[in-house]
Nanobody
Framework: QVRLVESGGGLGQPGGSLRLSCTATGTDNLFERMGWWRRGPGDLRELTATITTSGGTTYGDSVKGRFTISRDQNTVYLDMNNLKYEDTAVYHC????????????WGQGTRVTVSS
């Protein structure tokens, strides 16, 4: 059974940094795409970033230039820099199979709170 195990959430300072990580367990196969989806207060719901096995990346407009996604096999990272209050959210790790347009697996989520 595939599980996405996340870590790194917590309290961040405005202008500061946090690093989220997620490891897929229960499979010997590489996921074609992995990423992060966040849901925060109000109407914040965003596919934050994704990365493929070949290194291709996508970013949501609100985080481009501030966040960097990377991966090592089935471990994916999200380096969050220059944090803003609006980054407060629960961040869910995602994993996709080839030729699928929706994630096959979701992590339980790790909460990020940006506060002074």
């Amino acid at each position: 059974q595939v599980r996405l195990v996340e870590s790194g959430g917590g309290l961040g300072q405005p202008g500061g940094s946090l690093r989220l990580s997620c490891t897929a367990t229960g499979t010997d196969n590489l996921f074609e795409r992995m990423g992060w989806w966040r849901r925060g207060p109000g109407d914040l719901r965003e596919l934050t970033a994704t990365i493929t096995t070949s290194g291709g990346t996508t970013y949501g407009d609100s985080v481009k230039g501030r966040f960097t996604i990377s991966r090592d096999q089935n471990t994916v990272y999200l380096d969050m820099n220059n944090l803003k209050y609006e980054d407060t959210a629960v961040y869910h790790c995602l994993a996709y199979y080839p030729h699928e347009n929706s994630p096959a697996h979701w992590g339980q989520g790790t909460r990020v709170t940006v506060s002074s």
